[in-house]
């Protein structure tokens, strides 16, 4: 197999990137002229860092730009095609769409909501989220989308710091075949927030629900609302929308975007990595509570006219085949997903993706952490049946939008399995050491962004101090991601985990996803994770844990051999786990991503705390009793 793959769809367009190069301001003010304003701009940026103004005085809607402007020619066309792990589906057209987002705004205008009121989203993946994001636009309102898994007590954290004015819910939402009482939640998280005015609850699975004198039913306030409600003609920099970050300590923080340059960004972005055609069914299988749901399941799609899927419930419920089937049944030609899902999906055998009809597919993506090399060609080979370019994207919720990957809409590049490629036009990108100097090819270093971008977050809610600190203050005038990255020989960027999240060993820093990309590289390896805990001679010591392929035959002392043999070859001896454990499954939240803080929690003794996201208690169950039984193991050697 390769280690370099020649392969795009033949869209080269290399002025894109000339233009980007020798003028980038006015490149993006190029893109920006793509999408539809009621007014134009005065300035096109303006940067008193780290604070950016992107196109300034303009005046422009993100409803009416993801639906008004597609009623002429695509009102007919499919915009949503729910699916619900049970089966059950429903398709939404752009006309349909227009008129539930004209509706429901208007209902928000009744509840006396107006332009800058904050409106808190807690629905599951159901049509009714984005047509509550986009009735929030529409009017000037600013939403922030709470992820359907969270707690009450992440809920009011938020609801409190935004100051949310209604809070939109449901009685619940389906997931591995049981309900999730999501009004319940909200009514346990909104105690004692008078400031909260009331709560729409829209009836999904007909729950039994408590009502409150603040509770009012999605489908009562529906009927008899005018389907026809004028988008205010907003400033380019008003905020769309908070989104708050789940750090693993501390308040989350509420990242601000605003209208104008983000969507510009999303919109350039989703068309050059996509290369988005009339025909194409797009399916992003991320949560619309993430940054990705907003930008590639909601925003990047509806401006540009794009059907896709919609799916609520597990990936892998009520079997391992349920999105090749989804791939199969609706003809779908984009696939973007997770790398933890693909390794995922590759536990369970390659026969099963092959028993379904993949062919309609033509673009393969990946989002949310590094692509381990052997996962990258198992999906190019297995799901794409080597003919679909993949890309490997790198982004943040911060960012808005991509800002490295491959971009098979304008051009073609020879794609290197675990790479993201390069960053996209118009933005400026470094690796860097400790002291700001640019690192020379091959070293592992900060990756940084030296000049504003379209898509930026405006500042944090509520708070510029923090934004100016979390985000600006270790490199003068440049944006730290807070990821270690390396750039190779050819300009590629080699994304290297979170530089928060590494081992210190023996005074050596060694990072996780370097450590866990090498585990799995092992053929009979699925899934890895690593922590460190206290070790009295070289400060820590590594634990990986690790879950092997089904049926897989080989012993597993054996396998445990060839795996310290693959990381002292490939990282070197001091990347030496002390003690590596197989169990079944790891800890993931339900989005798809190992929780490793908890991972920590249980290797340090210390209190797991809030696991309201997470997929399967079992797991915790089995990480902690194989934990246990290795120090029992590692105490008896030592005494």
């Not at 909501?113 to 929030?136: F, H, Q």
């Not at 100097?437 to 900060?446: D, F, L, M, R, S």
Request: with cysteine; glycine share 8%; aromatic share 10%.
């Amino acid at each position: 197999m390769p280690n370099i793959f020649n392969i795009g769809l033949g869209n080269d367009n290399p002025a894109i990137r000339e233009n980007a190069e020798s003028d980038y301001i006015s490149f993006w003010a190029d893109q920006a002229k793509k999408l539809s304003w009621f007014s134009s701009w005065e300035k096109t940026l303006q940067w008193n860092p780290p604070f950016a103004k992107w196109f300034e005085g303009g005046l422009i809607n993100a409803s009416f730009n993801a639906l008004d402007i597609h009623q002429k020619d695509k009102g007919k066309k499919p915009a949503i095609i729910w699916v619900a792990e049970s089966g059950e589906s429903r398709i939404l057209t752009f006309e349909d769409l227009w008129i539930e987002v004209n509706k429901f705004a208007n209902v928000l205008k009744s509840l006396g909501i107006t332009k800058g009121d904050r409106i808190t989203i807690y629905l599951p993946m159901v049509p009714e989220l984005p047509i509550s994001m986009l009735a929030c636009a529409r009017i000037g309102a600013i939403h922030t989308v709470v992820f359907s898994g969270f707690s009450s007590i992440s809920i009011k954290e938020r609801i409190e710091d935004s100051k949310s004015k209604i809070v939109v819910t449901s009685d619940g939402g389906y997931r591995r075949g049981q309900i999730v009482k999501l009004k319940e939640v909200v009514d346990e998280a909104i105690q004692n927030l008078d400031f909260v005015k009331n709560v729409i609850v829209l009836e999904h699975t007909k729950e039994p629900i408590q009502l409150t004198s603040k509770d009012k039913l999605w489908g009562e306030l529906m009927k008899g609302v005018s389907s026809e409600c004028e988008p205010e003609k907003l400033d380019s920099l008003h905020p769309l929308y908070i989104l708050y970050t789940s750090g693993t300590t501390g308040k989350p923080k509420g990242v601000l975007h605003g209208t104008g340059g983000y969507l510009t960004h999303v919109h350039s972005t989703f068309g050059w990595a996509f290369d988005i055609k009339d025909d194409d069914v797009f399916f992003c299988t991320a949560d619309i509570g993430w940054v990705t749901g907003h930008s590639y399941v909601v925003y990047g799609p509806l401006l540009h006219g794009a059907t896709e899927i919609m799916y609520e419930g597990a990936p892998d419920y009520p079997d391992s085949s349920k999105m090749w089937s989804i791939i199969q049944k609706y003809k779908v030609s984009i696939f973007y997903t997770t790398p933890t899902a693909l390794r995922m999906f590759m536990k369970f055998g390659d026969h099963i993706p092959n028993s379904f009809d993949l062919s309609n597919l033509r673009l393969l993506g990946t989002v949310g952490e590094p692509i381990n090399p052997e996962v990258w060609k198992w999906y190019y080979m297995i799901i794409g049946k080597e003919k679909c370019p993949i890309i490997d994207t790198w982004w943040q919720t911060e960012t808005g939008g991509m800002m490295i990957s491959a971009l098979p809409g304008i051009e073609t590049i020879s794609l290197k399995p675990g790479s993201g490629t390069r960053p996209i036009p118009g933005v400026h990108i470094s690796v860097v050491d400790e002291n700001g100097i640019e690192v020379t090819p091959n070293t592992k270093g900060y990756l940084i962004i030296k000049k504003p971008w379209p898509g930026m977050l405006l500042t944090l809610w509520g708070d510029d101090e923090k934004f100016k600190n979390a985000y600006w203050s270790k490199f003068p005038n440049a944006y730290y991601s807070g990821d270690y990255a390396k750039i190779d020989q050819d300009g590629y960027f080699w994304l290297l985990g979170r530089a928060d999240d590494v081992l210190k060993i023996a005074g050596h820093r060694i990072g996780t996803a370097e450590l866990e990309s090498c585990i799995v590289s092992h053929e009979d390896v699925a899934e890895s994770a690593v922590c460190g805990i206290p070790d009295n001679v070289k400060g820590e010591v590594i634990i990986a844990f690790a879950v092997l392929l089904d049926n897989v035959k080989k012993n597993s002392e054996l396998i445990k051999k060839e795996i310290f043999e693959k990381i002292r070859k490939d990282i070197g001896p001091i990347a030496t786990p002390k003690q590596i454990h197989f169990v079944k499954k790891l800890p993931k939240t339900r989005s798809g991503k190992i929780m490793r803080r908890l991972l920590k929690a249980i290797a340090n003794n210390e209190t797991i705390g809030d696991i309201s996201t997470l997929e399967d208690g079992a797991a915790v169950t089995e990480v902690q009793t194989a934990f246990n039984n290795l120090l029992e193991s590692i105490n008896e050697k030592n005494n």
